[in-house]
Nanobody, 123 residues
């Protein structure tokens, strides 16, 4: 199985940047599609970004496109989310998740989840 642990969240001012990291354990990490989700209070968990198993394909929600960048390093068993020009609306708990299928918005399709890391953006 795969264990996922997120880190890098924090409290920042609007316009600032944060880099989230997800460290994975498990010998099959490189075979998984990896995604970042976020969930704000009172809102549904939403797909923010995804990356294919070899990093060749990425997906971004319209709300973060051109501001966030997802990447992975299979040799290090990590996936990252570089978040630039942060907005108050980005405030949420961010989760990394792994699925054996392609990038999908359906949370039930993901086999593994991290514990989440809080990102708070002040205006």
């Amino acid at each position: 199985q795969v264990q996922l642990v997120e880190s890098g969240g924090g409290l920042v001012q609007a316009g600032a940047s944060l880099r989230l990291s997800c460290a994975a354990s498990g010998r099959t990490f490189s075979t998984y599609t990896m995604s970042w989700f976020r969930q704000a209070p009172g809102k549904e968990r939403e797909l923010v970004a995804g990356i294919s198993w070899n990093g060749g394909y990425t997906y971004y929600a319209d709300s973060v496109k051109d501001r966030f960048t997802i990447s992975r390093d299979n040799a290090k068993n990590t996936v990252s989310l570089q978040m630039n020009s942060l907005k108050y609306e980005d405030t949420a708990v961010y989760y990394c998740a792994a699925t054996k299928v392609g990038i999908t918005t359906q949370t039930r399709q993901y086999d593994y989840w991290g514990q989440g890391t809080q990102v708070t953006v002040s205006s």
